[in-house]
């Protein structure tokens, strides 16, 4: 089968590897789609933490179940996704019912390699449903996971202000299920074409760009000099995520969900005069990975709006280098490895 495998950052290569073998307790799903997220940009970039090369890439992924390893509830010729995060079951997080956050994780893609390829076997306990969902629509379940999931960390409740820093794909699926959740949703980025997605597609309120307005000054106007009750940094920007912590209400909680490499610094007197809230929100767990599916299958979440490039498989070498500019204005890519 053909792979695509980033030998170092900057640089991919087609490969030819071996087909996945059939074993109880693995299934091999014939991959249709896989979404570029920000972990596949970073790693080609060479920032992306916790990660070796060479590596092939990929885990926001959908395809048709050729072997169930032995999974009574699947059958072969289905259309499923999978949660690309592969845990051991017996570390303290796993037993306390936290899997996202397991000692030992594996993630695909990062850790391990992932579906750039025409076939890849997963756990069998990793295997999800479509839920009636298309291979486009599905292979956008595990972003958008990551997104409902830190809004359940939150614990956002009806009618608050929740700041949501950074427009990228993420930060957009956190920003949607605030909306659901019923809070009243401020965005804030630097690109201008993000906002305005933020403002027409997602119908978003409050946009800032800390770029042409002081951001400190238009969230007080906006919260009625209260501010945010939740702020969550998307970004993974360092200089974003220390600024940050100045926009927090008294009593705010603030949930980490971008990653990078250094290390946080907060004022402690500030942070603690406010009892403020520190948090991290890591993957997602199979809980939000079935309450995305069901908002898509219901229309509370419209996966179409975020897809803005499509590439066949074939194509990918040469078109990723150009998603990592902003002036490419994508929001996300979908690869097409076979036809439907």
Same mark, same amino acid.
Request: hydrophobic share 40%; proline share 5%; net charge negative.
């Given at each position: ?168 794909? $993420?930060?957009? =699926?956190?920003?949607?299920? &605030? ?5 009243? !949703?401020?965005?804030? %980025?630097?690109? @201008? ?102 908002? $898509?299958?219901? =229309?509370?979440?419209?996966? &179409? ?5 499509? !590439?066949?498989?074939? %194509?990918?070498? @040469? ?22």
């Amino acid at each position: 089968m053909k792979a695509l495998v980033c030998t170092k950052p900057g640089e991919f290569n087609y490969e030819i590897h071996q087909k996945p073998i059939s074993k109880t307790g693995h299934a091999i799903i014939q991959i249709k789609r896989i979404g570029i997220c920000g972990t596949d940009l970073h790693a080609f970039e060479g920032t992306q933490p916790y990660f070796d090369y060479p590596r092939i890439l990929g885990h926001e992924l959908s395809g048709i179940l050729v072997d169930t390893g032995g999974a009574t509830d699947f059958e072969v010729g289905e259309v499923v996704t999978f949660i690309p995060y592969f845990n051991c079951g017996n570390c303290i997080a796993c037993k306390s019912q936290k899997p996202n956050c397991c000692s030992s994780l594996k993630v695909s893609g990062v850790h391990i390699d992932g579906g750039f390829s025409e076939y890849l076997s997963v756990p069998t306990y990793s295997l999800v449903k479509s839920g009636g969902l298309s291979v486009d629509d599905l292979c956008l379940v595990e972003p958008l996971s990551i997104g409902a999931h830190a809004i359940r960390r939150a614990e956002v409740k009806q009618g608050e202000f929740v700041l949501v820093v950074g427009a990228g794909p $993420i930060g957009l =699926g956190i920003a949607e299920f &605030a909306r659901i959740a019923g809070a009243q !949703v401020i965005m804030m %980025d630097i690109n @201008e074409g993000r906002l305005q997605f933020c403002k027409e597609t997602l119908k978003l309120a409050f946009v800032i760009n800390p770029k042409t307005v002081d951001p400190t000054e238009e969230i007080h106007k906006i919260t009625d000099g209260n501010m945010p009750t939740v702020v969550i940094d998307a970004t993974g920007n360092l200089a974003a995520i220390n600024k940050s912590f100045q926009y927090m209400a008294h009593g705010a909680k603030y949930i980490l969900v971008g990653l990078q490499k250094g290390e946080i610094s907060v004022s402690h007197p500030e942070f603690h005069k406010r009892e403020g809230t520190l948090m991290s929100s890591r993957n997602a767990t199979r809980e939000d990975f079935e309450y995305v599916i069901s908002c $898509i299958a219901s =229309g509370l979440v419209n996966p &179409a709006n975020y897809i803005t490039h499509r !590439v066949l498989f074939d %194509d990918v070498k @040469e078109q990723f280098p150009s998603w990592l500019k902003p002036e490419t204005g994508v929001i996300k890519a979908v690869v097409e490895v076979s036809e439907e």
